[in-house]
DNA sequence: TTATAAATGCACTTCCGTTGCATTGTATTT
DNA sequence: AAATACAATGCAACGGAAGTGCATTTATAA
């Protein structure tokens, strides 16, 4: 078991007390967050602070960003299963127009698309919308 | 062949002038546009009558609006096949990463994903990134 | 301990989407 | 045809989010 800050020194990342704030609340949450999110859980520290970690951390594989249609980017933990830099290996979205929540499937894998000749496919985005689990009460 | 004014009469939509310029710029591209493309071509035009308008045409099922990840908004002419209204007849979108032109893959039907219990599907989202086929050389 | 480089904080900018309100234009009724 | 009603347009402004430049603080290395 790999201790955040040894993971952070694997990734040449200098290990600092708020990247290591950012990162456990990135593992503690199950869901994708925006920057607003992390800004509000982190009131004393500064967005541009907020902003570059993330950043640096999606630089260096630790998280993925997210697209999920609302507009704003969200981002979460590349973890078990997760090798966002793989293209064959890319996982889908759920994006709940309930809560607004977005969360990662990681063991729902995107199956081949076929492009058309002369396309050349190197990433692919798909999030599926409609009502999470728990919104839908099933 | 319906004119133009006659679609936007059947969707009960007033037919003005900056109306007719804003589909026939919308037609004649193939690929989709922005929002500022279209400020672009229009100088003389507000922002918010081509913003107005887009959403009008929206709205009335005319254009559809594509989320391609650059986190800009595009829109691009609903026609033949593409019957955004229906689940089951999305198609999806290729992005490409060298000319930043987003375009339609009617032809190319999004595959049924199965999504895990209690979750509901209610739209999806597929956009390819990568190089099209003007830019491949292909 | 000092020198070096990276991380943080502050201020500011830009871009896009959006809304309120006044004005112009179009359609409808008398 | 004139008056009325309503929709479309234009202007101004706001707000959120992303991003940048620079000074300051903090951490690493010599």
């Given amino acids: 078991m790999k201790t955040i800050e040894q993971l952070l020194e694997s990734k040449n990342i200098r290990v600092t007390a708020m990247r290591l704030l950012i990162y456990k609340f990135l593992a503690e949450k199950q869901v994708a967050v925006t920057l607003s999110d992390i800004e509000n859980a982190f009131e004393k520290a500064d967005r541009t602070t907020l902003y570059r970690t993330v950043k640096t951390f999606e630089e260096k594989a630790i998280v993925h960003q997210i697209d999920d249609g609302t507009g704003i980017t969200k981002y979460a933990l590349c973890e078990k299963g997760c090798n966002c830099e793989i ?36 990433d692919i985005n798909l999030v599926i919308k409609g009502v999470c689990d728990k919104c839908s009460g099933l």
Avoid: A, Y
């Fill in 87 to 122: 293209e064959t290996d890319l996982h889908l979205h759920f994006h709940c127009n309930n809560c607004n929540v977005t969360i990662c499937l990681t063991e729902h894998k995107i199956p081949q698309i076929k492009v058309p000749d002369g396309f050349i496919s190197e």
